[in-house]
T-cell receptor, first 115, second 113 residues
Framework: DMKVTQMPRYLIKRMGENVLLECGQD?????MYWYRQDPGLGLQLIYI???????SEGDIPKGYRVSRKKREHFSLILDSAKTNQTSVYFC??????????????FGEGSRLIVV | GQGVEQPAKLMSVEGTFARVNCTYS??????LSWYQQREGQAPVFLSY????GLKDSGHFSTFLSRSNGYSYLLLTELQIKDSASYLC??????????????FGRGTRLQVYA
């Protein structure tokens, strides 16, 4: 079954605390992504990972870092969370890169509230 | 700069049709995708187009005009369950991020009985 799984689904943190969002996929996809989605805004790319330890910044990487030590796992880390990082975070994967016709498979999202 | 624009809302009646528009202005073009996103759920892939013209996929059809930077998603024989947000995403031949997808803000379609 093709699936992208995100944990946790819901999280409340205090400003300044560290946050770890985890993502797994069972499709052996090379490429994985972290997006955030805010009301009235489109999906914004935070980081992209082309394979293990091969990560690149997206459009809004400031305040975030990522880790990919196994092909099936991709983590998003917020060191010292800020209130403006309150958002819904989506992980996605695709078989190769974002090549012609390639489909992104999304997880169900992780809703983070920073107070 | 990179821009993908969609109307925020669209309303239509069950049994009729709805056309969700998308205009884009990007540095290069390597195709356009449409995703459906229900409230509180993940986006789900619907369609991909890279050549001009209409691509008929039954309930969902997609049109593209590259010279006008324009696409639409056409939903026919609407059902209440088609109520969702529809996201347009343009793929560009990126430099820093290879083949980056730029998403529009999405169009929330409400289908009424």
């Amino acid at each position: 079954d093709m699936k992208v799984t995100q944990m946790p689904r819901y999280l409340i943190k205090r400003m300044g605390e560290n946050v770890l969002l985890e993502c797994g996929q069972d499709m052996s996809h090379e490429t994985m992504y972290w997006y955030r989605q805010d009301p009235g805004l489109g999906l914004q790319l935070i980081y992209i990972s082309y394979d293990v330890d091969s990560n690149s910044e997206g459009d809004i990487p400031k305040g975030y870092r990522v880790s990919r030590k196994k092909r099936e796992h991709f983590s998003l880390i917020l060191d010292s969370a800020k209130t403006n990082q309150t958002s819904v975070y989506f992980c996605a994967s695709s078989l190769y890169g974002t090549g012609v016709g390639n489909t992104l498979y999304f997880g169900e999202g992780s809703r983070l509230i920073v107070v | 700069g990179q821009g993908v624009e969609q109307p925020a809302k669209l309303m239509s009646v069950e049994g009729t049709f709805a056309r969700v528009n998308c205009t884009y202005s990007t540095s290069g073009f390597n195709g356009l995708s449409w995703y459906q996103q229900r409230e509180g759920q993940a986006p789900v892939f619907l369609s991909y187009v890279v050549l001009d013209g209409l691509k008929d996929s039954g309930h969902f059809s997609t049109f593209l005009s590259r010279s006008n930077g324009y696409s639409y998603l056409l939903l026919t024989e609407l059902q209440i369950k088609d109520s969702a947000s529809y996201l347009c995403a343009v793929r560009t031949p990126g430099t820093q991020v290879v083949g980056q997808l730029t998403f529009g803000r999405g169009t929330r379609l409400q289908v009424y009985a």
